[in-house]
Structure formats: structure tokens, C-alpha cells
């Protein structure tokens, strides 16, 4: 079955410190897309990436970063030097090759000051 | 920003009693979902649609049904709440089926 597993549950670290947040995923698909999602505490969902299984080539959008790795099934997500307000529910979601939607539980960054 | 605006925000209704939430999106976008989202779930799928009067049951669909009269609205009825129901509901929209989603800002929901 497919299915997304955000073995962190809760991270906490302080500022200016990197955090990785990881992301595993199971699918029988060979095209397929992967998505992360930010929830900060005022409750709203934001797009961060989306990737698709072609496309193993890392992407950096400022201080985020984003690790694609097809042979062992994760997409995990770096913050550099964190900032309070990167303090959030992150959720990894995967789209099989039917368009579903499978969301991982999240994890919760909280950044201290 | 999408234009999407959920209503009601906030609702506290009782057990037994009919509820219906509104999404309303500005964007003309094809796919409307429904989440529910709990704590340790992250989101889990309630109904969406395809098209105008094109709909589907999602993972967690029984208690709920939808309707999709018109492109820009995508209704969820409860028909008879229960507290298993309270949570909190995500209209989300999107453009093309491998897209990213646009989520509207969320109603909360007890059923007491």
C-alpha cells in the first residue's frame, strides 16, 4: 500500500541551529509526484515543493533545502539556520499515479528562541 | 493567494443536528477537496469532486456526503453530527490533477 511516514513527531531545536525533517514513502508507481506542506500555528496549509520521480536533482530555495532519494524511498527537508518563525507543522504528502493523495502525520518544529 | 473562503470559521453545533460547511473558490479550479484533520492523522480525506456534479467518497467518508452545483462551490452536509465529527475541515482546490493544492483557512467544528 502507499503510504508516507514522518517518523518525527515532534523536533525542537534552538535558533540558528539546521534541522532535517524526514520523510519516507512506499509506492508502487514508478511516476509519481511529492509534495511538503507548511501548517504554522495561525492553522493554514502552504505550499512549499513539489517534486516529481523524475526529478532526483536537490532543490535550495534560500535557507530550505530539499533531498530527493529515489533508492531509499525519502524526500527529507532541511532548514539552515533556523528561525522562530519556521516553527510549524510540516507535512510530506505523496501523489501516486492516479492523482491520490497520501499524507504523512506530520511533524512539529518548534524553534526556540 | 487562491481565493478560497471557507464558512463558517468556527461552528459549535449539537449532537443529531445537520450541519453544512461552504467552500467557495474564485480560482475556477476543476478539483475541490475535503479534509478532516486531528491530531496524530495529519489529513485525511473526506469527499472531493472533479467537476460539477462529479464527486467521489474519500478514506474517511461515512457520516458525510457533498454536492458541486456550480464551479466555485463545494458543499459538506453532515446529516446528523456526531462528536467523532469535530475537528477541523479543509476545503482545498486545485488546477490540474498532479498540481499543488490551495487550501482555504479551515473551519472549526465541535459537536457537542
Known amino acids: 500500500a502507499q503510504k508516507v511516514t514522518q517518523a518525527q513527531t515532534e523536533i525542537s531545536v534552538v535558533e540558528k541551529e539546521d534541522v532535517t525533517l524526514d520523510c519516507v514513502y512506499e509506492?508502487?508507481?514508478?511516476?509519481?509526484?511529492l509534495f511538503w506542506y507548511k501548517q504554522p500555528p495561525s492553522g493554514e496549509l502552504v505550499f512549499l515543493i513539489r517534486?516529481?520521480?523524475?526529478d532526483e536533482q536537490n532543490e535550495i530555495s534560500g535557507r530550505y533545502s530539499w533531498n530527493f532519494q529515489k533508492s531509499t524511498s525519502s524526500f527529507n527537508f532541511t532548514i539552515t539556520a533556523s528561525q522562530v518563525v519556521d516553527s510549524a507543522v510540516y507535512f510530506c504528502?505523496?501523489?501516486?499515479?492516479?492523482?491520490?493523495?497520501?499524507w504523512g502525520a506530520g511533524t512539529k518544529l518548534i524553534i526556540k528562541p | 493567494d487562491a481565493g478560497i473562503t471557507q464558512s463558517p470559521r468556527h461552528k459549535v453545533t449539537e449532537t443529531g443536528t445537520p450541519v453544512t460547511l461552504r467552500c467557495h473558490q474564485t480560482?475556477?479550479?476543476?478539483?475541490m477537496y475535503w479534509y478532516r484533520q486531528d491530531p496524530g492523522h495529519g489529513l485525511r480525506l473526506i469527499h472531493y469532486?472533479?467537476?460539477?456534479?462529479?464527486?467521489d467518497k474519500g478514506e474517511v467518508s461515512d457520516g458525510y456526503s457533498v454536492s458541486r452545483s456550480k464551479t466555485e462551490d463545494f458543499l459538506l452536509t453532515l446529516e446528523s453530527a456526531t462528536s467523532s465529527q469535530t475537528s477541523v475541515y479543509f476545503c482545498?482546490?486545485?488546477?490540474?490533477?498532479?498540481?499543488?493544492?490551495?487550501f482555504g483557512s479551515g473551519t472549526q467544528l465541535s459537536v457537542l
Open positions: 482545498a482546490t486545485q488546477g490540474l490533477a498532479n498540481e499543488k493544492l490551495f
Open positions: 480560482e475556477n479550479h476543476r478539483y
Open positions: 469532486s472533479y467537476g460539477v456534479k462529479d464527486t
Open positions: 509506492t508502487r508507481d514508478t511516476t509519481y509526484y
Open positions: 517534486r516529481n520521480s523524475f
Open positions: 504528502t505523496h501523489m501516486d499515479s492516479n492523482y491520490q493523495l497520501i
